[in-house]
C-alpha cells in the first residue's frame, strides 16, 4: 500500500483566548508557554499544516491566548493504492472473478469492475486508488484543546458552579475562530464565540473580533496590551522614564507584567524617617508586599532614596490621588520594618542561640542549633587546613542562623543572612564574624557571586557540607523536581567555591570533617560519604557546560587523577586549551588507539621496558621521546601546570605517527608483543596524568 499527500486546503490564521479570572502571575508565563507547545503539538500530529515561525501566544491577567498562522481549514486528503491478489488467481480461466478477487473488492468497498491493474516487476496484480478525505479543523480542535489543558502545568487547579472540570482560574469567555469564522464548539462551560472583553475599568466590553488576524488591535483599542513582550517593555521604558535611579529586579517587572494590562507608572515617596531601617528591608517590603520598584539614592548606589514607582493597572485623570493611595499603603509596611529592626535589636544577636535548639532542621539529625555547632566545627577544622583564623570561622558559623529567630527574617526570608550581617554589627561583634553572616549563603542562584571573605567562603563551605552530609545519612535523596533541602544547589554553590576560590582542599577530607561533626546525631559509613563525593561531582556537567566545555572534555579529566576540584579545573582548561593546538587531534586519536589495543590485550600492561627488544628505529625514537619528556613534565605536573606540560608532549606527535607505521604492535613474539605494549603504555600514562585522551573523540 502506498500513501500520496493532496495539497492542503486553504489557510487563516487560528485564535483561541480562554477569558479568565485573574491568572496567578508567577505561574502565568510557564502555563502560557506550555499551552502553545501543547496545541503546535496537537496540529502538528494532527497532520494540520501552519507557520510556527510566525505564530506566537499571548497572555494578560485575564487571559490565555495562541494565535496560530496560517493555519489550514482541514487535513490534507490523502491518496492509498491498495494492492491485492496476483491478476492470475483474481480471474479463472474463464475470465470469471475468483473468490480472491470478490473478497478484495469488498474490502476496499468497490466493484471488480472498478479495480485496476498495477505492473510490477514481480508480475500483475489488482489495485485499487482509494481516496481518504482529511478532517476538517472544527472536528480537530476541541480534542486538540482538551488535551492541551490537561497538560498545563496549572499550580491547584479550581472547579466552580457545578462543573465537574477544572482550570487554573474560573474561565468567563471563549474564543475560537479561524479567519472569520467561528469554530463551534464547547470547552470549559463556554460556547465558542467572536466576542472577547476589554480592559475592566477602561473598555470592559465585549468587543467583536472580525477575524482571528485583528486579536491583538481590537485588545489594543480596548486598552488592553495583550502582547506581554511589548507590555513588559512598556513599563521598562516607563519606569526609566519616570526616574533613571529605578532599581528593575527581573522577577519584579515579570511579575508585574501579569498583573496589569494597561501599565502606567506612578511616582511616589514616603516619609525619609524611614531610610533608617535596613535598605535590604526597605527593598523587600517595597517589592515583596506592595509589587513597588524602589529607586536609588543618587549619591550612593547600594542605598534606596525615599521614592518607589508603583505600576498602576488604570490611566487615571487623578494621577495625585492614585499616587496618595499608593504612599498610604506603604507607610504602614515601612512601620512594621521599622518596629521588627527595633524588637529585633532588643538583645544581642547571640541571644537567639536557645532558640534556635527550639527549631528542628530535620528530624534525624536535629535542631538548626545542632547544625549551627556543626557546621562551626567544620568550619574550624577547614580554617586550620587553609591556615585561616579558626575563631572568626567559627564565631561566624555558630551565629549563622540566629537571625532565622528574629521578627524581621520572619517576616521577609530573603533577609536572611542580609539582617544577620546587620544584627551582628549592632550586637558587636567584628566586621569580619558580621562579614561572614552575611555571605555564608552566598551563591544564593546561578550567576551570584561566591562570598568575598575568607570566614565567608569557609562558613558557606561547612554549611553546604553538612547539609549534603546530614540530609543524606537521614535517607534522603533528591528526586526528578522534588529536592526539599536544595540539595543539588547546595552541592553546585561547594563546587564553585573550591573551583572560582581556587581551594585545594580535598573532597574527601571534607567529607570527612562532616562526618565527624554529625557522629553525635547520627551515623555515617564510607559509602555513604563516596554517594555524597559523586552527587557534588556529577554537578560538574551543569556548572561546565554553562561555560562552553563539552561533555567529553570533562568526562576525559574526570576519570583523571585528580584529587581537589581546582585542581580538576587546571585540568580541564589546560586540556581545553591543549585540544585547539594543531597536534591535538591526532594525539587524541593514538591515545584512544593505544587504549582499545590496551584494552584488547589480555596480557600485562607494565610500563616496564627492556631496552635490548626495541628492534625498530621508530619505538627506539619513541623509548627516546618518552625517556626526555618524563623528566621534563614531572615538575610540571607536580606543581599543576598542566598547559605547560601538555604543550610538551605536542611533541610526541611525529614518534608517535612514524612508530604506528613502522611498529607492528602486536607481534607473535611475545617478547616483542609485551614490550611494545608497556611502550605504548608508558607513553598513554604520561597524557593520563592530565587525562584521559582515549574518551575524545
Known amino acids: 500500500m502506498t500513501e500520496k499527500t493532496l495539497p492542503p486546503a486553504e489557510t487563516a490564521d487560528l485564535l483561541v483566548e480562554l477569558g479568565c479570572e485573574e491568572l496567578p502571575p508567577k505561574a502565568l508565563d510557564g502555563i502560557r508557554s506550555s499551552f502553545f507547545d501543547a496545541v503546535k503539538k496537537g496540529l502538528e500530529s494532527s497532520h494540520i499544516g501552519f507557520s510556527p515561525e510566525i505564530s506566537q501566544s499571548f497572555s494578560s491577567p485575564r487571559r490565555l491566548a495562541v494565535l496560530f498562522r496560517d493555519v489550514a481549514a482541514r487535513q490534507p486528503d490523502q491518496e492509498q493504492e491498495r494492492r491485492g491478489p496476483a491478476l492470475s488467481a483474481a480471474f479463472d480461466d474463464n475470465g470469471k472473478p475468483t473468490g480472491a478477487a470478490l473478497g478484495f473488492a469488498r474490502s476496499v468497498g468497490k466493484d471488480v469492475s472498478e479495480l485496476e491493474t498495477l505492473e510490477t516487476d514481480k508480475g500483475q496484480w489488482l489495485c485499487a486508488n482509494l481516496r481518504e478525505s482529511g478532517k476538517s479543523l472544527s472536528e480537530l480542535i476541541y480534542p486538540i484543546l482538551e488535551q492541551a489543558i490537561k497538560e498545563l502545568p496549572v499550580p491547584r487547579p479550581m472547579r466552580w458552579a457545578d462543573h465537574d472540570f477544572s482550570f487554573v482560574r474560573p474561565v468567563h469567555w471563549l474564543v475560537v475562530m479561524h479567519g472569520e469564522n467561528v469554530l463551534e464548539g464547547h470547552l470549559l462551560g463556554h460556547q ?74 506612578v511616582v511616589g515617596t514616603f516619609d525619609k524617617e524611614f531610610l533608617e531601617v535596613p535598605h535590604a528591608a526597605l ?133 536572611q543572612g542580609v539582617m544577620g550581617q546587620h544584627y551582628a554589627l549592632a550586637s558587636g561583634e567584628s566586621c569580619v564574624t558580621a562579614q561572614a553572616i552575611g555571605e555564608h549563603y552566598a551563591p544564593r542562584f546561578a550567576g551570584d557571586q561566591i562570598p568575598a571573605s575568607s570566614a565567608g567562603k569557609i562558613v558557606s563551605m561547612a554549611d553546604r557540607l553538612d547539609t549534603l552530609t546530614g540530609i543524606f545519612a537521614a535517607g534522603i535523596r533528591p528526586s526528578g523536581n522534588k529536592d526539599p533541602f536544595a540539595l543539588r544547589r547546595s552541592a553546585l554553590g561547594l563546587v564553585r567555591i573550591l573551583i572560582e576560590a581556587e581551594l585545594d582542599l580535598p573532597l574527601n577530607l571534607l567529607l570527612s570533617f562532616a562526618s565527624e561533626a554529625l557522629a553525635e546525631q547520627i551515623e555515617t559509613s564510607p559509602v555513604l560519604l563516596a554517594e555524597v563525593r559523586e552527587f557534588i561531582i556529577d554537578r560538574l556537567g551543569n556548572y561546565y557546560r554553562d561555560q562552553g566545555f563539552g561533555a567529553e572534555l570533562i568526562n576525559a579529566v574526570r576519570v583523571s587523577g585528580w584529587d581537589t576540584l581546582a585542581d580538576l579545573d587546571r585540568r580541564l582548561r589546560a586540556l581545553a586549551d591543549f585540544m585547539g593546538q594543531e597536534d591535538a587531534a591526532s594525539l587524541a586519536a593514538a591515545n584512544k588507539r593505544i587504549g582499545n589495543i590496551l584494552r584488547k590485550s589480555d596480557e600485562s600492561n607494565s610500563t616496564t621496558l627492556d631496552t635490548a627488544r626495541l628492534l625498530i628505529e621508530e619505538e627506539k625514537q619513541l623509548f627516546d621521546e618518552i625517556m626526555k619528556l618524563e623528566s621534563q613534565v614531572a615538575p610540571l605536573f607536580e606543581s599543576g601546570d598542566y598547559s605547560a606540560g601538555l604543550k610538551l608532549l605536542a611533541s610526541l606527535r611525529q614518534p608517535v605517527d612514524g612508530f604506528f607505521d613502522a611498529v607492528m604492535v602486536m607481534d607473535d613474539d611475545t617478547g616483542l608483543r609485551l614490550n611494545r605494549l608497556s611502550l605504548l603504555a608508558r607513553m598513554k600514562s604520561l597524557f593520563d596524568r592530565v587525562a584521559d585522551l582515549s574518551v575524545l573523540g
Open 192 to 265: 465558542a464565540a467572536n466576542l472577547t472583553r476589554g480592559h475592566r475599568i477602561h473598555s470592559p466590553g465585549p468587543h467583536s473580533l472580525p477575524d482571528a488576524a485583528s486579536y491583538e488591535r481590537v485588545l489594543m483599542d480596548a486598552f488592553v496590551m495583550v502582547d506581554q513582550e511589548r507590555r513588559k517593555s512598556q513599563i521598562r521604558d516607563s519606569l526609566v522614564l519616570a526616574d533613571p535611579q529605578v532599581r528593575i529586579d527581573p522577577e519584579l517587572l515579570r511579575e508585574v507584567n501579569n498583573l496589569v494590562e494597561w501599565p502606567v507608572a
Open 283 to 415: 527593598i523587600a517590603s517595597m517589592q515583596d508586599h506592595q509589587k513597588f520598584f524602589p529607586v536609588q539614592d543618587k549619591t550612593d548606589s547600594t542605598r534606596v532614596s525615599n521614592r518607589f514607582i508603583a505600576i498602576s493597572n488604570i490611566e487615571s485623570s487623578h494621577t495625585a490621588t492614585v499616587r496618595e493611595g499608593y504612599e498610604r499603603v506603604i507607610r504602614p509596611r515601612l512601620a512594621d520594618a521599622r518596629f521588627f529592626l527595633e524588637q529585633d535589636q532588643k538583645q544581642a544577636l547571640e541571644a537567639n542561640l536557645a532558640l534556635l535548639d527550639r527549631a528542628i532542621f530535620q528530624n534525624k539529625i536535629g535542631t538548626i542549633g545542632d547544625k549551627s555547632r556543626r557546621i562551626a566545627y567544620i568550619s574550624t577544622k577547614i580554617a586550620e587546613v587553609i591556615a585561616e583564623n579558626p575563631d572568626d570561622a567559627s564565631r561566624a558559623a555558630l551565629l549563622s542562623k540566629c537571625d532565622l529567630m528574629t521578627q524581621m527574617v520572619g517576616e521577609f526570608p530573603e533577609l
